[in-house]
């Protein structure tokens, strides 16, 4: 079993930053894969963005791309989502995810992931 806190959302201006934060209790954290997923009312559930398991690989959505920066500590049990230059059409509620059964070729599935914190809002004024 794991279990995921997000935390650090909040309300931001258009072009502010925030810093989230994903801490993970349970199995070891450094054989994990792991995602940022968002949900605005209204909209599907997307992928924000990704790391491997070791941290050498990561992976965003094209609307994040060069602005969102993913990371992960393996000793703190804690990954990371820097957001900077945010917009309005960022506002959402943000979602750690992740799962030890799927591959890194499905990391930017939902329905792959078996395990996700409760979320943490973030809202971005023009």
């Known amino acids: 079993q794991v279990r995921l806190v997000e935390s650090g959302g909040g309300l931001v201006q258009a072009g502010g930053s925030l810093r989230l934060s994903c801490a993970a209790s349970?199995?070891?954290?450094?054989?994990?894969?792991m995602a940022w997923f968002r949900q605005a009312p209204g909209k599907e559930r997307e992928f924000v963005a990704a790391i491997s398991q070791g941290g050498g690989s990561t992976a965003y959505a094209d609307s994040v791309q060069g602005r969102f920066t993913i990371s992960k500590d393996n000793v703190k049990n804690t990954m990371y989502l820097q957001m900077n230059s945010l917009k309005p059409e960022d506002t959402a509620n943000y979602y750690c995810?992740?799962?030890?059964?799927?591959?890194?070729?499905?990391?930017?599935?939902?329905?792959?992931?078996?395990?996700w914190g409760q979320g943490t809002q973030v809202t971005v004024s023009s």
């Open positions: 349970g199995r070891a954290f450094s054989t994990y894969h």
């Open positions: 995810a992740t799962q030890s059964q799927n591959p890194w070729a499905r990391i930017r599935e939902p329905s792959a992931h078996e395990y």
